[in-house]
């Protein structure tokens, strides 16, 4: 509460309205991104130029991914890439037309940008022009540099503070940016590739590193270095699915609704939550895995024909893009993923439901579902983001075993679990792999093990940045 | 306190009921004829209509599933498809045995690095053996099984030849600690931070700064008043460690070639031997929840100031 009055005696961006009753919001992230209403100055729009820029590219990247992404339904990929053009075009319209409200003209003026060639030459004359330094019809002139600068002034949410005590240590810094490059590779496995990694060459089989493959290739002549990049897809991918779905969705609404509602709700919840977590480790996962894939394969198989009507689907090749690897091997993990979260989340709910903010709200008519998720939720980021980041290294492991027996991702898809079985023959032979060929067993492994490794320990990082006293 | 007791125990039996109920229902549903990997190149229809007859496969899944859990009750879990005609409590129980043997040798592992390491860190907090044996422990606990288990067989089976690669003897042979170190180290991550902070928790208490001020030497301040204290959420983790052991286990017993549960229960799955996975995965659960609950009656005995309602 006390924030929005502050905020309203700063400068704001929007259009001026009457002394004391100046209702502008502040215009949030949303609003800096794609908003239209205030001004820029030339240095504001350069830089969200530039960020539209780098969005474009990645969109194009992913767009070009999709023509033979293997794991997700290539359909899935161009949507994204959709998705991300539309989002970077919008930047670069919106960064247009509160510029050109900062050199005074009408805002409809900056869609100019649009059409090819006059747009083009239109930015450049927005880069160039100067806007008046007094308030005109659009709001005050922007000062400084003006790129989330709203955001700053309001005050410091919890995320950007413990982003600002994340930043000042070493050790989590580098882990991060670790994982990020770890995981750029395995989105971008496509452009990174030298070979296709099912592709085999009999008269190339068990070679070192050499110049034609950077880690030489396996017993069928299959270039190492590409399979362990689309492996690490495999992974990445897989990592973000279960923990996206089945932590962050599934975990937290339940935890949220078990601990604010409580009585019967809450026991059911925690009862299901308790038989789950009763099942010895792996064997429920290996279990679901060794017995739903049949199931879906013939659901999906099924799916395909009924929606191949008349002949043309937009959801056709669904099997052969890996669909179902990545289905069963979520739902394997599924039970995995929410249980932890889910106690987590509910034990901080139940804390958070007395507070004297809470009940403020629920007095004033807040809504439930609103109260839940603007007013609980932003309190327990924190331990949402430290659960998911602890996740995130289990899950890769769990994948990675599944893998390992068959079960998981099935060949000739690559994922580094499987790589790992076929160059140990289930783990027989390891050693004598080990001695003559190493590259081949330590190559997935290292990365698995980095994975794993910088997981663990930006999950310490961040339960330090986000509990402080917890030490 | 009784209450409290009387009420878990009145929940597990509910509890190994839901768990057996899940895997029933996913081995029913699942993929593959039992009838029909069993009889193998002697299937015909009427041997195969005999044989379900015989089984009651037949029968509606609830009168099947009802019957399932009296014989278990009565502590037969029925005959294994892979093995013709045998009982699964008499194949699995000698696989039982040396499991449980292993499973003993990695905990002991776990336990005797992990909590003297994390008491040592918490005692050494601010110098730099603390963020070493830290991040070094760390260094194990992300490292996969796949690994250790080559490095280590390399190491002290082929170089050092201090033990042979794969086997098993016993509880007491040296074999027994390659595989019970592979299982073992990456839980050793778990239990030196958990030690560490619990301690870095007691050091601060105000009992422990009275006993200092009365000039109680620092050793028997840090045994008896910090150390017994600090001990009791590794209680709670021994509980929950036990399932993590068997995920190890899978693995490192098909590598080391140990006849023990993790690998029967990976051949029965591909044998899709529904009966011994139904046995594994009750007995892990039984094992899980009694074990946690006894961990839960050990707290209070420990720690007195702890009551349940």
Partial sequence: MSNRGVSTQLPRTGRDLPEGVDFAQPPGVIGELIGTGGRINRLGFFARLTGATVVFVSGLLLFDASSSFSPLSSLAFVYLGFAVLFLSISIAVSAAIRRTHDIGWNGALGLLVLIPPIGFFFGLFLLYRRGPSTTNSHGRSPAGLNVGASISSIGISPISQAWQRLRRKKIAMATLSIILVIYAIGILAKPLSTHSYSQTDLLHTQEGPNSGHVLGTDRIGRDIYTRVIWGVQTTVLLTIITVGTGGIILGVTLGMVAGYFGGKTDAVIMRIGEVVAAFPGILLVILIAATLRPRIVGWTRDFEDWSNYPDWSPFGGLIESGFVDYLVVTLALLPFAWYGMMRLVRGQVLALRNADYIEAARAVGVSTPRLLFSHILPNITGTIIVTASAGMGAIAGSELILSFLGIGVQPPRPSLGFMISDVSGRGTAVVSVIQQHPEQLLAPIAVIWLLIFTWSLLGDALNDVFNPRAR | ?309
């Fill in chain 2, 1 to 309: 306190m009784l209450a409290y007791i009387v009420r878990r125990l009145m929940w597990t039996p509910i509890l190994l009921l839901s768990v057996s109920a899940i895997v029933f229902t996913l081995g029913h549903y699942g993929p593959g004829d039992p009838v029909q990997i069993q009889l193998g190149q002697q299937y015909t229809e009427e041997r195969a209509e005999r044989l379900r007859e015989s089984r009651g496969l037949n029968d509606p899944v609830v009168q099947q599933y009802l019957r399932y859990v009296w014989n278990a009750l009565q502590g037969d879990f029925g005959e294994s498809t892979q093995f013709q005609g045998r009982d699964v409590t008499e194949l699995l129980g000698p696989k039982l045995k040396v499991s449980a043997q292993l499973f003993l040798a990695a905990a002991l592992i776990t336990i005797g690095f992990g909590v003297p390491l994390g008491f040592y860190t918490a005692l050494k907090q601010g110098s730099w053996q603390d963020p070493t044996i830290v991040s070094g422990s760390l260094v194990l606990d992300a490292m996969p099984v796949f690994l250790t288990a080559p490095f280590l067989i390399i190491i002290f089976a082929l170089k050092l030849d201090w033990v042979s690669v794969s086997g098993w003897g016993g509880f007491f042979s040296p074999q027994i600690i390659l595989p019970a170190l592979v299982i073992g180290l990456p839980g050793i991550a778990i239990f030196t931070r958990i030690m560490r902070s619990s301690t870095l928790d007691v050091l601060g208490q105000d009992y422990v700064r009275t006993a200092r001020s009365k000039g109680v030497p620092e050793h028997v301040v840090n045994y008896r008043h910090v150390a017994r204290i600090a001990l009791i959420p590794i209680l709670t983790l021994i509980g929950f460690s036990l399932s993590g052991l068997l995920g190890g286990a899978f693995i490192v017993e098909l590598i080391f070639g140990i006849p023990g549960v993790g690998r029967f229960t990976l051949d029965a799955l591909f044998a899709r031997d529904f009966p011994v996975i139904m046995a594994v995965a009750l007995i892990g659960a039984a094992s899980l929840v009694i074990a946690n609950l006894i961990v839960d009656i050990l707290y209070s005995i420990v720690d007195p100031r702890i009551r349940y309602q």
